[in-house]
């Protein structure tokens, strides 16, 4: 999707960019300095999210920085719209560049509303024209103006200030805006909501982004691009999430995203990107020659039992189908689980292999039963657009599943089971 | 004089007309040097944020300040301001700095990193940032300082009655009073200061809760 339409994003260049330390002398007891980085270049087109991923002290924070000249180059340039961020006046620079950090930083002696204000009030907008703005942002980030917009930051969720953090960086429409690990000092259920929300919200706004995290698993669910970065400041990998998990550039970042880089796709994908396939379906007092038949000349040997509003009740196994008569509803004895169009292929997949009958039903916003879902649809959906070479992980004969002939249900049920035997690996 | 009561009412009641001109000079006396006090403090406190190496010999210099004794100071300082208002308001201005330096950097010091780097990032400039996050964030303590201060500043102002009765204070009753032996002077001029004390401090902690409404809501949460 191009960002055509919207009139507010730009292109972010970076071109050679060097940073380095070396001549900083510290004092004892201060702060390390922050990683360095090592002649970065790369692009990221208007209107999308990039990630700047990696292990802490890579310089991913670094980068970031030097867009709005928190921090400033050694050498190189960042170009915002083919203008060179360093020739700008840093002041006016950072008013055009929305910016939102982990621990947000909102200011305690003041409303919600004002925060949302501070950089309309920096500008100069008029106050009917700050209020106003603060208003339509906290509504849109879904707090309501009237009972939030006079609270202190000191009244709030965690979550809530994060989202205050994220509407006072767009206040004044900001064409890029950076992310420091926005959504790293709230809970994991929490962070998952606040990430879906953002989502949603550059669906509109289709804002230039880079996004910091050293969560691969949030970088490959935020980022239309992912910049892996490794130790010294370089870059190992910049491509699409889809790129970089299904090829890895070198073992650091095969060793970075994680053996489980397989499932992780997974989450990339969503039941809506499967073929529809209609299960073979029956109601209660159809006939059963007739339910025998339709089972016969579908792919899936069970029946799915319905409503009459089409609605999934349960499946019925071949074996318990009788040789005449009518269908009962005590036929069917197990229920089949239920996904929707927006699960992931992950979820879809968690979901089928802990249930009964390894097949899920997609169903529509009334319920109705849409489309059919194996495990083996996930896994050629999988096999398609996976090319070039793989990395193994030392000593994993994982790798050994992607060779010819797909897994089976089972080979992906103990790929899961030994992932979660797993998951002391050091990832990051 | 037989039968003298400690206390003589009926010359309190006589005398309102000094107590208030008295009272009113004590104020003056301690609000000169407290203004004084806390724009120079906040001055070398913004220094201190700028260059924290200059705090440690900062607060010797004040601390060492602090233990001139006034008698000492205003015999320093006659020959060049007389028994003048001046002479008075030096030494009790100096003597607010060991406190109010302290706090004023304490205030400044408070000021989460994360509030000044979002503030940093989204445009403002420094002074900018100065006056509208890092003072208005300084103030909690800024007025603890001062509170202290002004309860400070109204003790030591009594021994100004020393140099002149025009701008004497409260401290004038005191001294007269040992004078001419006559206790109702000094327990009026001790009391007086006392009560003035108390309603100071009562005032400013009413100051800093208008000033500081944010700071009730954290308190709340806290």
Known sequence: MSAGPHRSAAVVEFDHVTKRYDNVERRPGSAPPPGAVNDLSLTVPAGKICVLVGPSGCGKTTSLKMVNRLIEPTSGKILIDGVDAGTRDVTELRRSIGYVIQQVGLFPHQTVAENVATVPRLVGWSKERQNERADELLALIGLDPAKYGKRFPAQLSGGERQRVGVARALAVDPPIMLMDEPFGAVDPIVRDRLQNEFLRLQEELAKTILFVTHDIDEAIKMGDLVAVFQEGGKVAQFGTPTEILANPASEFVARFVGADRGLKRLALSRVGDLPILAPASVKVGDDVADARKRAAAHSFPYLLLVDAAQRPLGWIAPDRIPASGRIYDTMADVVPPIVNRRTTLKDALSIMLDADVQAAISIDRAGTAQSLITVDDVVRLMREGQHGPTFGIEGDEDAAADSAGGPSADEIGAAVSAEAARTGDPVD | ?222
């Open chain 2, 1 to 222: 004089m037989e039968g003298q009561q400690l206390i003589d009412w009926s010359w309190i009641g006589d005398h309102l007309d000094d107590i208030l001109v008295r009272t009113l000079q004590h104020l003056e006396l301690t609000i000169i040097p407290i203004v004084l006090g806390f724009i120079i403090s906040l001055i070398l406190a913004v220094w201190v944020t700028r260059q924290p190496r200059v705090y440690a010999p900062l607060t010797a210099t004040t601390g060492l300040l602090y233990t001139i004794p006034s008698i000492a100071a205003f015999a320093f300082l006659r020959p060049i301001f007389g028994l003048s208002l001046i002479t008075a308001i030096i030494p009790l201005t100096t003597y607010t700095l060991l406190i109010l330096v302290r706090n004023n950097v304490a205030g400044l010091q408070s000021v989460p990193a994360d509030v000044l780097e979002a503030a940093e990032g989204m445009g403002y400039t420094r002074a900018q940032r100065l006056r509208r996050v890092e003072l208005p964030l300084a103030v909690p303590l800024m007025i603890t300082g001062i509170r202290l201060a002004v309860v400070t500043t109204i003790g030591l102002a009594t021994v100004a009655s020393i140099l002149g009765d025009s701008f004497g204070g409260l401290g004038q009753f005191i001294t007269e009073g040992l004078q001419t032996f006559f206790p109702t002077k000094m327990i009026l001029g001790g009391a007086m200061s006392v009560i003035l004390a108390f309603v100071s401090d009562f005032l400013l902690i009413r100051v800093e809760h208008r000033l500081t409404p944010w700071a009730a809501a954290r308190a709340a949460r806290a």
